[in-house]
């Protein structure tokens, strides 16, 4: 439940704007984006009143972007992507025993030669990168050799698959004749025996897997406690920030969002982008009751003195900033680019959409993204 909550949550919000006609595709920037509040609609006295919050979390335009909406909401998030972090090496570990077990070599200098060229690779094709670790790094003090543990760690789970999907591959060569096949069908086969080998073998280490209450332990396995490591708790660190430096950035950027179509459009337009995400709302409200929600957070409420209602209220609006708004700002210069004459027109609305977006994003700094 908790390693998934905040993915069904983005899922169901994907469905409704699906749904709703409008394709909206905008890459988010790293150095800020905005939004400070929904406004009241017809709905508001059914709603859940959220405690207020004056710290700020970035600025739109000028004016500050308060923490009332969506301190709950990245509350929520921390604690379930910490989870998910602790799941995913748990299942690191697991699937280095199973390295060890089937006689798969793992020399330290191969994995960090790999781990650096999965960086490199991933440098060159996410430029903002860099830009993400080192904010993530300023905010948190992390640096040194606990940053280069972190950044092994990021990589440890892909060089297990990768050495694991050799030896399965391997294996099926060894095991099967090839034949009148060709030597591309018969490596595709063998590719596609190890995928479901991967596959399963993961289905059965995740049930050896428990993430406990208690986040000074990494997780239990096959019921046996183990405790995170220095590499473990770095990599949580770096994650974590970045992931909420990155949540910051988007809620910055529908409120910047919400900004322009105030400006253009007036409070109609920004109350029907509201309303277009009631739907929603009623969609994940039953999660909210759920036992389960209860077991995974209800010490995370109860730490923060809220209840249910409010942090599904922090939730709706933290996706009507992201995502609201957003469809509504595509469709409103969609409808600009079409009517637009003269020569400084650009040639396609992706270009159009991707200009308004970066001067956009330049007015939408993050101040104080980890609260």
């Known amino acids: 439940m908790k390693k998934t909550l905040i993915a069904l949550l983005l899922a169901a919000a994907l469905t409704l704007c699906a749904c709703g006609g409008t394709a ?7 150095s800020g984006e905005p939004q400070s509040g929904a406004p009241e609609t017809e709905d508001a006295a059914q709603t859940a009143e959220l405690p207020a919050d004056e710290t700020v979390l970035g600025t739109v335009f000028g004016k500050d972007v308060l923490y009332t909406d969506y301190r709950l909401y990245l509350d929520l998030e921390d604690r379930a992507y910490l989870d998910s972090l602790r799941n995913e090496m748990a299942l690191n570990l697991l699937l280095e ?15 960090e030669s790999y781990a650096a060229e999965a960086y490199y690779s991933e440098m060159l094709s996410e430029p903002r990168l860099i830009d993400e670790i080192n904010a993530a790094c300023e905010l948190t003090g992390l640096m040194g050799g606990n940053l280069d543990l972190a950044l092994y760690e990021a990589y440890r789970q892909g060089y297990c698959i990768e050495k694991l999907g050799d030896f399965f591959s391997e294996t099926y060569r060894s095991e099967n004749e090839q034949g009148e096949k060709t030597d591309e069908d018969f490596d595709a086969d063998a590719v596609a025996y190890a995928n479901e080998q991967l596959y399963a073998l993961a289905g059965e280490l995740a049930q050896r897997i428990e993430i406990p209450s208690d986040d000074q332990l990494l997780a239990r396995i096959d019921g046996e406690e183990v405790a995170l490591e220095d590499r473990h708790k770095a990599y949580l660190i770096l994650a974590v920030a970045r992931n909420r430096i990155n949540l910051a950035n988007s809620i910055l950027i529908g409120e910047g969002m919400r900004h322009e179509l105030l400006e253009a459009r007036g409070e109609e337009a920004v109350a029907q982008a509201v309303e277009a995400m009631q739907g929603y709302r009623d969609y994940v409200a039953p999660t909210f009751e759920s ?22 209220e922090s939730v709706v609006r933290t996706f009507t900033a992201m995502m609201g708004f957003e469809e509504a700002y595509y469709q409103m210069l969609s409808e600009q680019y079409e009517a637009a004459t003269g020569t400084d027109v650009p040639e396609t609305f992706e270009e159009y959409y991707a200009d308004r977006c970066e001067e956009l994003y330049a007015q939408c700094v993050a101040v104080n993204p980890m609260g």
């Open 97 to 111: 025993r199973e390295m060890s077990e089937r006689g798969v070599a793992a020399e330290s200098e191969d994995f």
């Open 291 to 312: 036992a389960e929600f209860a077991e995974a957070y209800g010490s995370l409420l109860e730490a923060r003195g809220a209840t249910k209602e409010q942090m599904l």
């Open 24 to 30: 909206s595709s905008s890459a988010a920037p790293q």
